[in-house]
């Protein structure tokens, strides 16, 4: 079983909704709005909210000047571009081309490739309610690649916008966190069995890395007809 370690990690979310998550005692979550300054901009010009808030984490977490494999994960996506481009396109019929470029879901991945100048392995991935554990079992199967010696993995998502918004899945509140993974012989691990159990409460991605970032042993999450054991050698 490949097992990993956070090299280097980042993560956003806004000041009003840490504490009642219970994430203040979280070292190291910025809730200040990012200026993204680290990337020119025209392309920064580009990104709304969400997606300055997942590439200033990814850039945070990133090892400068070393390429490896990015995995950018949204069970959603920036959709509120997307639902913008929808009304206008019903209002008026004209769709922005510039706009729509940004919907589509590995839009946000794109700008961090082009800004970085990055040809290395770009995945953009979405899975529904288990979108964390498909980006982390991709990354640990980049792992498994001698080639990889890290992966650097960002998480985001932001609550659905109107009319959307009444579906019970939606996050309570934006968030982004980016992680650098390195192989370990001692570390986390990730699995999956079939159960009948009834579905525990989605963790959302701060709640999964405030687990990896802590000294528990394990944390199960039950999604549909699965659940994901996230353990930890301590």
């Known amino acids: 079983m490949i097992r990993f370690q956070i090299a280097k990690w980042a993560a956003w979310a806004p000041a009003a909704n840490t504490s009642q998550a219970s ?17 020119p901009a025209m392309l920064r010009r ?22 490896c494999p990015v995995i950018f994960a949204s069970r959603y996506g920036d959709i509120t571009q997307s639902v913008e481009q929808l009304q206008l396109l019903a209002q008026s019929g004209v769709v922005s081309p510039s ?14 490739s082009i800004a970085r100048k990055d040809t290395a392995s770009y995945t953009a991935i979405a899975a529904g309610e288990e979108t964390i554990e498909a980006a982390f079992t991709e990354a640990i199967g980049l792992l498994a690649d001698d080639d990889a010696a890290s992966v650097l993995l960002v998480c985001y998502d932001e609550p659905l916008p109107a009319p959307h918004h009444v579906f019970t899945e939606s996050p309570a509140f934006a968030h982004a966190f980016a992680c650098r993974l390195v192989k370990a012989d001692r570390g986390f691990s990730l699995s999956s069995h079939a159960t009948t159990h009834p579905a525990d409460d989605l963790p959302d991605g701060l709640a999964i890395l405030h687990f990896l970032l802590s000294e528990q042993h394990s944390l199960r999450h039950t999604a549909g007809a699965r659940t994901w054991l996230w353990q930890q050698d301590v």
């Open 46 to 67: 580009r990104a709304g909210r969400l997606g300055k808030t997942a590439l200033h984490t990814a850039y945070q977490a990133a090892e400068q000047g070393t390429a």
């Open 23 to 39: 994430l203040l005692n979280l070292a190291g979550l910025s809730n200040e709005a990012p200026s993204l300054s680290e990337m």
């Open 99 to 112: 706009a729509f470029s940004m919907s589509v879901h590995n839009a946000i991945s794109a700008l961090f």
